[in-house]
Nanobody
């Protein structure tokens, strides 16, 4: 069973950048499409970005398009989310999961953008 672990979150000022990582433990996930989600306090979890198994196809939520970039590592066992021009509304816990998502979800990584 693949377990996905998110990392790379932190506190950053408005306009700053962070790179999140989604790594697999247990077995490779190079054959899986991966999606990043986020959940802000008091809000439902929402879609952020998607990448297919090969990395050739990506998709983004309109709120992050042009600022965030999803990519796969060379070994395709890590998926990254490069986040630039961060805004306070990007503050959330970020999760990665297979597509379609399966249980259990990971712990996520907290991203906090200060104004």
């Amino acid at each position: 069973q693949v377990q996905l672990v998110e990392s790379g979150g932190g506190l950053v000022q408005t306009g700053g950048s962070l790179r999140l990582s989604c790594a697999a433990s247990g077995r490779t996930f190079s054959d899986y499409a991966i999606t990043w989600f986020r959940q802000a306090p008091g809000k439902e979890r929402e879609f952020v970005a998607y990448i297919n198994w090969s990395g050739a196809s990506t998709n983004y939520a309109s709120s992050v398009k042009g600022r965030f970039t999803i990519s796969r590592g060379n070994a395709k066992n890590t998926v990254y989310l490069q986040m630039n021009s961060l805004q306070p509304e990007d503050t959330a816990v970020y999760y990665c999961n297979k597509n379609p998502p399966t249980d259990p979800w990971g712990q996520g990584t907290q991203v906090t953008v200060s104004s």
